[in-house]
């Protein structure tokens, strides 16, 4: 979890990717890089913690391409989109698909520097956020068929009576039913408990 | 010395009769001589006449009596005259020899054949025959002729008569100072014979009035080769009488009838004469007697006798001076204007000048020549207005094809900025990483030395971007050279390549082994292959993932080279393949229309040929041909 973020390059500019590398490494940064999206593909990061440095502008699989593949396949990696001037429709599609953010080629050292360390932190913050939630996974995966099916209908608002009727079973079951659900999810309030079925996306259902 | 016509020298002078008639008279003519000599006497014997000369028969003037006389006699009366010649010799022999023997002959040649006329032309055979006439033939009818009126003495005999010529010599010389005014010599061209001599006292007589006025120089006692030296150095100011010329001061006869010619050829002055013997061979003219007019008058008056009247009774007054004549072309050698001339005078042997006789060719020939220069000069204004038009319009051909160019780089400029962007971000970031290599201790002097040679590098790079860019937009004149085929291509896929990349458009071009090279200006060549090469991404636009373009090259013949360059676009209407390299003919929102109309201009002005076709299993494919600047061995 404490690893060192990890700068991901891809730009099909040998020279381009080189230099970027060398800038960030003796600025104290991670990097890899890869000449193409495919390259990237093909070997993905194995760690969570970083950014990806994109150029928009690449032969073969494109960076807005890439975008959308990561997308897919759950990528929490912020994509920060290196773009040449004028490149509107480029980069209103890649806002569009949730970039985190753009520079223009060539960037200052400073602009740099900035956007990528608010990249990483942003990349904290979603793996911390990520970390929660797969906690609360932990805990709802120690439920039983029956405590989840409990637990589904009490944070949809419903009745003890309602729910023993509807499971056919007594309100005395329920009752116990309830009390482990709110033990083995450790929360102490019903809200609290909305609260982690909102956030396992229970709700949308 | 009498010689008798023959009968086919009469009828040769009948020039009315045909030739089929000429040949029967001819057989007639025989006949009857036969037969008049066989009976000796005729029913219809023609009239016998005899033609008296004085001196040789072809002696001029009186070649010129005997001449004309004979030919009205016979055109007067062709078949009644049997007409005999002889000619009197001793008229030119000095010291008067006998002629009664010629007299003798005479008498008995004519004995038992009566002559009906005698003609007598000049003085010594008039005199002759009245001497012998009583004797000889008392009978016999003279007519006279030939001799000046005063030379005449007549026989009073009443068969005899007269037609003579009156000489006005003052006349003649006052012709001279009338026609040319500024006359003040004469030179008499006479001969040395006492006839001669005679005239000389005569024409003395008779210019002795106008002695003050005019100066005369007599060549009486001159050989003829004197007096051609004599009339060739004339003080200016001077004319020649031309009086006769029968015997020269050297006893030379000349009676040759070269003597005027000649003298006309030797002489520095106009020749005048009295008579229009030489009318016609170098005399000016004037008043003059006229032979042919005395002869008609002679044959008149002998045909009156033939006819049976007394001669006696036949009167003839001496005949003068014709109206005068002249000669045009000796008018206009001595600047006579003929405005001088008396009014009653005929110029003849006018010769049409060039423009009188060829008015309406020279009309004609002048229209066409002013036409031709009118035609020639517009024809070349024609060439100067088309020269500067050509230079103004290939001018604004150039400026178009600079536009061109423009242009597609303007299209282009995201790529090309990109393009540009990745060595310039990469010098960029080098730098920064220097400076924070720099700031460490001790600083990483390897990478620091990596990083400046990568500067470098991205430096260069940039740099040859811009320099390409440059090149194919240059505005200075064109320069003409040997291109290679495979570097033209290189270069247009350098700049079109980030363009192809940022539309996913894959671009190949297999290098051609040999070297191909054609004679343009790089940058030409350069703008009809990337002209080509838009007009196919922007066909592929809404084509297929599967986006390629492919350039060829390849020699064609041992003098050309097709390029191609094929795309996977979506082809081009069959009905357009043509059409779409005409200008502003534009299938894109946003095109010119000039990409493919210029790119057509190009080739062909290098001597090209370029055409659109669609390709078997999709795609348009462009081709176009060139010399090849060298043609491969």
Same mark, same amino acid.
């Given at each position: 979890?404490?690893?060192?973020?990890?700068?991901?390059?891809?730009?099909?500019?040998?020279?381009?990717?080189?230099?970027?590398?060398?800038?960030?490494?003796?600025?104290?940064?991670?990097?890899?890089?890869?000449?193409?999206?495919?390259?990237?593909?093909?070997?993905?990061?194995?760690?969570?913690?970083?950014?990806?440095?994109?150029?928009?502008?690449?032969?073969?699989?494109?960076?807005?391409?890439?975008?959308?593949?990561?997308?897919?396949?759950?990528?929490?990696?912020?994509?920060?989109?290196?773009?040449?001037?004028?490149?509107?429709?480029?980069?209103?599609?890649?806002?569009?698909?949730?970039?985190?953010?753009?520079?223009?080629?060539?960037?200052?050292?400073?602009?740099?520097?900035?956007?990528?360390?608010?990249?990483?932190?942003?990349?904290?913050?979603?793996?911390?956020?990520?970390?929660?939630?797969?906690?609360?996974?932990?805990?709802?995966?120690?439920?039983?068929?029956?405590?989840?099916?409990?637990?589904?209908?009490?944070?949809?608002?419903?009745?003890?009576? $309602?729910?023993?009727?509807?499971?056919?079973?007594?309100?005395?079951?329920?009752?116990?039913?309830?009390?482990?659900?709110?033990?083995?999810?450790?929360?102490?309030?019903?809200?609290?408990?909305?609260?982690?079925?909102?956030?396992?996306?229970?709700?949308?259902? | 010395?009498?010689?008798?016509?023959?009968?086919?020298?009469?009828?040769?002078?009948?020039?009315?009769?045909?030739?089929?008639?000429?040949?029967?008279?001819?057989?007639?003519?025989?006949?009857?001589?036969?037969?008049?000599?066989?009976?000796?006497?005729?029913?219809?014997?023609?009239?016998?006449?005899?033609?008296?000369?004085?001196?040789?028969?072809?002696?001029?003037?009186?070649?010129?009596?005997?001449?004309?006389?004979?030919?009205?006699?016979?055109?007067?009366?062709?078949?009644?005259?049997?007409?005999?010649?002889?000619?009197?010799?001793?008229?030119?022999?000095?010291?008067?020899?006998?002629?009664?023997?010629?007299?003798?002959?005479?008498?008995?040649?004519?004995?038992?054949?009566?002559?009906?006329?005698?003609?007598?032309?000049? @003085?010594?055979?008039?005199?002759?025959?009245?001497?012998?006439?009583?004797?000889?033939?008392?009978?016999?009818?003279?007519?006279?002729?030939?001799?000046?009126?005063?030379?005449?003495?007549?026989?009073?005999?009443?068969?005899?008569?007269?037609?003579?010529?009156?000489?006005?010599? $003052?006349?003649?010389?006052?012709?001279i100072l009338?026609v040319l005014p500024t006359t003040e010599r004469i030179a008499?061209?006479?001969?040395?014979?006492?006839?001669?001599?005679?005239?000389?006292?005569?024409?003395?007589?008779?210019?002795?009035?106008?002695?003050?006025r005019v100066a005369l120089t007599?060549?009486?006692?001159?050989?003829?080769?004197?007096?051609?030296k004599q009339v060739a150095n004339l003080p200016p100011k001077s004319a020649v009488f031309?009086?006769?010329?029968?015997?020269?001061?050297?006893?030379?006869?000349?009676?040759?009838?070269?003597?005027?010619?000649?003298?006309?050829?030797a002489s520095n002055a106009p020749i005048f004469?009295?008579?229009?013997?030489?009318?016609? @061979?170098?005399?000016v003219?004037?008043?003059?007697?006229?032979?042919?007019?005395?002869?008609?008058?002679?044959?008149?008056?002998?045909?009156?006798?033939?006819?049976?009247?007394?001669?006696?009774?036949?009167?003839?007054?001496?005949?003068?001076?014709?109206?005068?004549?002249?000669?045009?072309?000796?008018?206009?050698r001595w600047g006579i204007?003929?405005?001088?001339?008396?009014?009653?005078?005929?110029?003849?042997?006018?010769?049409?000048?060039?423009?009188?006789?060829?008015?309406?060719?020279?009309?004609?020939?002048?229209?066409?020549?002013?036409?031709?220069?009118?035609?020639?000069?517009?024809?070349?204004?024609?060439?100067?207005?088309?020269?500067?038009?050509?230079?103004?319009?290939?001018?604004?051909?150039?400026?178009?094809?600079?536009?061109?160019?423009?242009?597609?780089?303007?299209?282009?400029?995201?790529?090309?900025?990109?393009?540009?962007?990745?060595?310039?971000?990469?010098?960029?970031?080098?730098?920064?990483?220097?400076?924070?290599?720099? @700031?460490?201790?001790?600083?990483?002097?390897?990478?620091?030395?990596?990083?400046?040679?990568?500067?470098?590098?991205?430096?260069?790079?940039?740099?040859?971007?811009?320099?390409?860019?440059?090149?194919?937009?240059?505005?200075?004149?064109?320069?003409?050279?040997?291109?290679?085929?495979?570097?033209?291509?290189?270069?247009?896929?350098?700049?079109?390549?980030?363009?192809?990349?940022?539309?996913?458009? @894959?671009?190949?071009?297999?290098?051609?082994?040999?070297?191909?090279?054609?004679?343009?200006?790089?940058?030409?060549?350069?703008?009809?292959?990337?002209?080509?090469?838009?007009?196919?991404?922007?066909?592929?636009?809404?084509?297929?993932?599967?986006?390629?373009?492919?350039?060829?090259?390849?020699?064609?013949?041992?003098?050309?080279?097709?390029?191609?360059?094929?795309?996977?676009?979506?082809?081009?209407?069959?009905?357009?393949?043509?059409?779409?390299?005409?200008?502003?003919?534009?299938?894109?929102?946003?095109?010119?229309?000039?990409?493919?109309?210029?790119?057509?201009?190009?080739?062909?002005?290098?001597?090209?040929?370029?055409?659109?076709?669609?390709?078997?299993?999709?795609?348009?494919?462009?081709?176009?041909?060139?010399?090849?600047?060298?043609?491969?061995?």
């Open positions: 979890m404490t690893a060192a973020p990890t700068i991901h390059i891809v730009d099909d500019d040998a020279s381009f990717r080189t230099s970027m590398s060398r800038l960030l490494r003796a600025s104290g940064y991670q990097t890899t890089l890869y000449e193409s999206g495919d390259a990237f593909l093909k070997q993905p990061p194995d760690d969570n913690a970083g950014c990806i440095l994109l150029d928009l502008q690449m032969s073969g699989v494109q960076g807005l391409e890439l975008q959308e593949h990561l997308a897919r396949i759950g990528n929490i990696l912020p994509i920060i989109f290196l773009t040449a001037h004028g490149d509107i429709r480029g980069s209103v599609q890649a806002i569009k698909a949730g970039a985190e953010d753009f520079l223009p080629k060539p960037v200052s050292r400073e602009a740099l520097f900035e956007c990528v360390d608010r990249a990483l932190a942003r990349n904290v913050e979603q793996r911390q956020q990520q970390d929660r939630l797969s906690a609360m996974r932990s805990l709802a995966a120690r439920l039983t068929p029956r405590e989840a099916e409990v637990f589904s209908l009490v944070v949809r608002g419903k009745l003890n009576k $309602q729910i023993a009727h509807e499971l056919g079973t007594s309100v005395r079951t329920i009752k116990a039913h309830r009390q482990a659900v709110m033990e083995k999810l450790d929360v102490k309030s019903i809200a609290e408990a909305v609260s982690i079925a909102e956030r396992l996306g229970m709700l949308a259902e | 010395m009498v010689r008798r016509q023959p009968a086919m020298f009469r009828v040769s002078r009948m020039p009315l009769l045909g030739r089929a008639k000429l040949r029967i008279l001819v057989v007639l003519a025989v006949l009857a001589l036969l037969f008049v000599a066989v009976s000796g006497d005729a029913i219809a014997a023609p009239k016998r006449v005899l033609l008296l000369h004085s001196f040789a028969q072809d002696f001029p003037p009186w070649s010129e009596y005997s001449k004309n006389i004979r030919a009205e006699l016979f055109q007067t009366m062709p078949r009644d005259i049997d007409l005999f010649e002889a000619t009197l010799e001793t008229a030119r022999m000095p010291g008067n020899p006998d002629d009664g023997p010629f007299a003798e002959y005479l008498g008995a040649l004519f004995k038992d054949r009566p002559l009906d006329l005698v003609i007598t032309i000049a @003085a010594p055979a008039s005199k002759f025959f009245q001497r012998h006439r009583q004797r000889l033939f008392p009978k016999t009818p003279l007519l006279v002729t030939g001799m000046e009126q005063r030379l005449y003495v007549t026989s009073g005999d009443a068969n005899e008569t007269s037609v003579l010529p009156a000489i006005d010599f $003052q006349a003649a010389i006052k012709n009338q008499i061209v006479l001969g040395a014979s006492p006839l001669e001599r005679y005239w000389k006292e005569q024409i003395g007589i008779a210019v002795e009035p106008l002695r003050d007599w060549f009486n006692d001159l050989s003829f080769e004197e007096m051609l031309f009086g006769a010329l029968a015997v020269d001061a050297a006893g030379v006869p000349q009676n040759d009838g070269k003597v005027l010619p000649r003298l006309r050829a004469s009295f008579e229009d013997t030489n009318f016609g @061979a170098g005399l003219g004037g008043p003059m007697l006229s032979i042919p007019e005395i002869s008609r008058r002679v044959v008149d008056v002998a045909a009156r006798i033939l006819a049976g009247e007394t001669a006696a009774n036949i009167r003839t007054p001496a005949v003068g001076f014709a109206a005068p004549r002249f000669d045009w072309r000796e008018l206009q204007e003929e405005a001088i001339l008396s009014p009653a005078s005929a110029v003849e042997f006018r010769q049409p000048t060039f423009w009188g006789e060829h008015r309406w060719a020279i009309i004609t020939i002048a229209s066409v020549l002013l036409l031709q220069a009118v035609l020639i000069s517009a024809l070349l204004f024609e060439r100067v207005r088309r020269r500067r038009a050509e230079a103004a319009s290939r001018q604004r051909f150039f400026e178009m094809t600079q536009m061109n160019r423009s242009l597609t780089v303007s299209a282009m400029s995201s790529s090309i900025a990109h393009e540009l962007n990745q060595p310039l971000g990469a010098i960029l970031n080098n730098a920064g990483a220097a400076e924070v290599l720099l @700031a460490k201790s001790p600083p990483d002097i390897d990478q620091l030395r990596e990083i400046l040679a990568d500067i470098r590098k991205d430096d260069a790079r940039a740099g040859e971007i811009i320099g390409h860019l440059r090149g194919f937009l240059r505005t200075n004149e064109r320069s003409l050279g040997e291109v290679s085929i495979n570097r033209a291509i290189a270069d247009v896929l350098q700049i079109v390549e980030p363009e192809a990349a940022k539309r996913g458009i @894959a671009i190949n071009y297999d290098h051609v082994p040999q070297e191909l090279s054609v004679r343009a200006d790089h940058v030409h060549l350069q703008q009809v292959l990337l002209n080509l090469a838009l007009n196919g991404m922007d066909a592929m636009t809404d084509a297929t993932p599967n986006r390629r373009m492919v350039f060829q090259a390849s020699q064609v013949s041992d003098a050309k080279v097709e390029v191609a360059v094929l795309d996977s676009g979506t082809g081009i209407p069959e009905h357009r393949l043509t059409e779409i390299f005409d200008s502003f003919v534009t299938t894109k929102q946003h095109g010119t229309g000039l990409g493919l109309s210029i790119a057509r201009t190009i080739v062909e002005m290098y001597g090209g040929k370029i055409w659109a076709e669609n390709r078997q299993h999709g795609g348009a494919a462009f081709r176009f041909v060139l010399p090849l600047a060298r043609s491969a061995a």
